[in-house]
């Protein structure tokens, strides 16, 4: 979408130019062709004597009346200070400015309504053609596989789309050996229910082998063997000494194990006002990882907490931070608890269990991300809130312009989503943060693939953190199944083509793709536009209402 709008912002730069400059400058070249045609008569003189021997070679078989035509006698070329504007002559804008205006007074256009002109100006294209081929009377779809080609020519994208027998023979990696066999025709699998890390382990070494010759399959198999030994037992004391590190980091099992029989909230010792908020979420039990983190958070011990999405993390670590603050000294407001999300939906989203959770208690809270006023976030963090609720730049922000805003006074420390937050995006503004919060703080992390990786979280100075991993063995949702699409290097260019197919011939509904960058996905929304598919894009170039617009329809229709 924003390819066009700059398109657009463009010609509207051209707009501001400016007309009274423009009258200036013709007017100055109207003086300066009259300079021009006082130029000294010898120079153009000799010029055309020199032009005239030159035509009279290459003339000897021509027709004389046309040579003249073809030679202006009076023409001259001269190259001096004094003839410099006379370039400025043929510097009209007024053509350019008549061609523009109409364009400029049009509305400017959304996406969609330029990818149905562009879809109707290919498919009238395309109706015409059939129709001068004889074809007319076939009144199929139109093949959108030849309108993706022309659509990539338009474009000079380097998306091709291959016929369509290619995708029909994405086939399961069982079919690995087969697909060696035949490389240039099956050279992408499809591993239904295949498990990633077999897939991981076959990926490499096929396309090592499909690059070895006879002779040397030998010699390379016993290097590779002597290699995955060498590198077995490498990782092996490697794993060892990690084993033993973590046991170091974390703490012991046993210190815990009296706190995991809490099977209800009822039996967690939490104060009515909390059981009261739990109900009006409509929480009647807690979830596994509710159950075993409130206990050890109540107890104000470190968490690195991993469970899969949709298990509840957010009441897990609300529910004690709310409990605590119930029994907090209320003479001077201070804030006392930040919890940090990577984005401001998922923010928001915490806030919005918070304030619920915290309806029959006195504790405040306040949103701090960016998009909303950062003013009037500046006069409420002066009210010192019990609980601040913020994505990691909005609130380095605020540490570092918003006079008298501290996070000396932070008592808990909350990272939801941390495996993203530890990621080199946030790294940063995390550690600022971090350093920023007092070291005797209670830290708790959450995350649905939760890392237990001992350098990433000294980072983030726990003291002995409690490792709480719920069902660590299935990484995934148990309903998910996962399935994939081998695409082989030298095929990349196929990706976008093959992934339209897949949506056009097996996933037809319902269907969230995930792009590594907001760009191709911008690119993906278009080119399903022209395949008239129904698509919609999500990234963070949108505006907040955009946004809303689009939640709304995906989730209301
Ligand atoms: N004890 C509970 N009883 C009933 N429903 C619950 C309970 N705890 C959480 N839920 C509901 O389960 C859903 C998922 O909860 P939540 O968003 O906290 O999960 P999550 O693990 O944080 O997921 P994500 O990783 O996507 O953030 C929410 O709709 C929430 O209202």
Redesign the pocket.
């Known amino acids: 979408m924003d390819d066009f709008i700059m398109t657009i912002e463009d010609d509207t730069e051209i707009n501001t130019y400016n007309e009274e400059d423009d009258t200036e400058t013709n007017a100055y070249n109207e003086e300066e062709n009259k300079e021009t045609d006082s130029n000294p008569p010898h120079k153009k003189n000799k010029n055309s004597k020199r032009l005239k021997k030159i035509d009279h070679k290459k003339s000897i078989s021509e027709d004389t009346s046309l040579k003249e035509n073809d030679i202006n006698p009076d023409f001259s070329f001269y190259v001096g200070d004094d003839n410099f504007y006379n370039d400025a002559e043929s510097w009209d804008f007024v053509a350019a400015r008549a061609g523009l205006k109409p364009k400029l007074n049009t509305p400017s256009k959304t996406i969609d309504e330029i990818i149905t002109n562009k879809r109707n100006e290919v498919k009238s294209l395309l109706n015409s053609t059939l129709k001068t081929n004889g074809q007319s009377n076939s009144k199929k779809e139109i093949d959108h596989d030849k309108f993706l080609k022309k659509f990539d020519k338009d474009n000079d994208n380097n998306t091709s789309l291959e016929n369509d027998d290619e995708i029909d023979e994405i086939k399961p990696a069982d079919d690995d050996d087969d697909e060696d066999d035949n490389d240039d025709i099956d050279v992408d699998s499809f591993g239904a229910g295949i498990q990633c890390d077999i897939y991981d382990n076959e990926d490499e070494s096929d396309e090592d082998d499909d690059d070895q010759e006879e002779s040397s399959t030998e010699e390379y198999q016993n290097n590779h063997e002597d290699r995955d030994n060498d590198s077995t037992s490498e990782s092996s004391s490697e794993d060892e000494y990690e084993k033993q590190r973590k046991k170091e980091y974390f703490a012991d099992e046993s210190e815990t194990i009296n706190c995991n029989i809490a099977e209800s909230f009822q039996t967690m010792n939490l104060s009515r006002p909390i059981l009261k908020g739990l109900s009006q979420?409509?929480?009647?039990?807690?979830?596994p990882i509710?159950r075993q983190t409130i206990p050890i958070a109540l107890m104000g011990r470190d968490i690195c907490g991993g469970?899969i999405?949709?298990?509840?993390?957010?009441?897990a670590f609300l529910v004690p931070v709310m409990e605590r603050l119930l029994y907090r000294p209320r003479q001077t407001p201070t804030v006392r608890v930040l919890i940090l999300a990577p984005t401001r939906e998922l923010a928001i989203q915490c806030h919005s269990v918070a304030t619920k959770l915290a309806s029959f208690t006195d504790s405040t809270l306040c949103l701090c991300v960016g998009g909303l006023n950062l003013k009037k976030q500046e006069t409420e963090l002066r009210t010192r809130p019990d609980i601040i609720i913020a994505t990691p730049g909005r609130l380095i922000d605020h540490v570092r312009n918003s006079p008298s805003f501290t996070l000396d006074t932070i008592e808990i420390l909350i990272i939801d989503e941390a495996d993203r937050m530890l990621e080199d995006g946030f790294s940063a503004e995390l550690n600022e943060i971090v350093k920023n919060c007092p070291k005797s703080r209670q830290t708790m992390l959450f995350s649905?693939t939760m890392t237990d990786n001992v350098d990433e979280l000294i980072r983030l100075s726990l003291n002995r953190p409690v490792r709480l991993m719920i069902d660590p063995t299935k990484a995934t949702a148990i309903k998910l199944i996962q399935e994939f699409v081998r695409v082989r290097k030298h095929r990349e260019e196929d990706r976008p083509s093959m992934l339209v197919a897949l949506c056009k011939k097996t996933f037809r509904r319902k269907v969230i793709i995930f792009f590594k960058s907001k760009a191709f996905a911008h690119e993906m929304k278009v080119i399903f536009g022209l395949l008239e598919l129904k698509a919609a894009e999500l990234h963070g170039n949108l505006s907040q209402e955009q946004v809303r617009r689009l939640s709304c329809k995906l989730f209301c229709d």
């Open positions: 979420l409509g929480f009647i039990q807690p979830t509710q469970a999405t949709g298990s509840g993390k957010t009441a649905a």
